[in-house]
């Protein structure tokens, strides 16, 4: 098999599996059978889209709020810890 089926295969496999565990987390949530749960698999692989891209964005926001400051040092402002020393 060359490498370019192999690669193929390998992103087919993982689509299906993916469509598989949104199917069966469907299917969790909704108490539906798995075959039913198919039918909803867009609409759940929409819903997770929107909320990694929520968090993702949330994230980008705190980082360019935080802007850096004590990069160089170390400083950990939520948490209290400074580089080389103590928090007082």
Same mark, same amino acid.
């Given at each position: 098999? +060359?490498? !370019?089926?192999? $690669?193929?295969?390998? /992103?087919? !496999?993982? $689509?299906?599996? &993916?469509? /598989?565990?949104?199917?069966?987390? $469907? +299917?969790?949530? %909704?108490?539906?059978?798995?075959?039913? +749960?198919? =039918?909803? $698999?867009?609409?759940? =692989?929409?819903?997770?889209? !929107?909320? @990694?891209?929520?968090?993702? %964005? *949330?994230?980008?926001?705190?980082?360019?709020? #935080? !802007? &850096?400051?004590? *990069?160089? %040092?170390? *400083?950990?402002?939520? %948490?209290? #810890? @400074?580089?080389? &020393? +103590?928090? *007082?």
């Amino acid at each position: 098999m +060359s490498f !370019g089926k192999a $690669v193929l295969a390998a /992103f087919i !496999g993982g $689509v299906l599996a &993916g469509v /598989f565990l949104l199917a069966y987390r $469907v +299917s969790q949530e %909704t108490q539906k059978s798995l075959p039913e +749960s198919f =039918a909803d $698999v867009p609409a759940e =692989a929409k819903r997770v889209y !929107g909320d @990694v891209r929520a968090k993702a %964005t *949330d994230a980008v926001k705190r980082v360019r709020e #935080y !802007g &850096g400051e004590g *990069d160089e %040092t170390g *400083d950990w402002p939520e %948490t209290g #810890y @400074v580089a080389g &020393g +103590s928090a *007082d």
